[in-house]
Nanobody, 120 residues
């Protein structure tokens, strides 16, 4: 059974930090690359960060230097550490499992999403 469960979203002030977690079923985590997407109101869903099974990471230009994706094989969990948050980071964040095709991450499985709101 495919299962991706996000947690850690919430309200944070500009400049603050937040860590999102995504607990995955073992079968999915061990065989897939992982990624985080976000979707702001009125905008398309965008890929924020991805990490291969071997730990290679990639980031959207808008979050480089502020966000860090990591994965823990012992816990079957992928994390997104977000720092120096801005109001434009406000969105629903989705965890995804998938593969890389020509170095581009393609999501095959999705979590339910967690809301991140950056506001004073």
């Amino acid at each position: 059974q495919v299962q991706l469960v996000e947690s850690g979203g919430g309200l944070v002030q500009p400049g603050g930090s937040l860590r999102l977690s995504c607990a995955a079923s073992r079968s999915i985590f061990s065989t897939n690359a992982m990624g985080w997407y976000r979707q702001a109101p009125g905008k398309e869903r965008e890929l924020v960060a991805s990490i291969s099974r071997g730990g290679r990471t990639d980031y959207a230009d808008s979050v480089k230097g502020r966000f860090t994706i990591s994965r823990d094989g012992a816990e079957n969990t992928v994390y997104l550490q977000m720092s120096s948050l801005k109001s434009e980071d406000t969105a629903v964040y989705y965890c995804a499992a998938g593969i890389f095709i020509l170095s581009i991450f393609r999501a095959d499985y999705w979590g339910q999403g967690t809301q991140v709101t950056v506001s004073s």
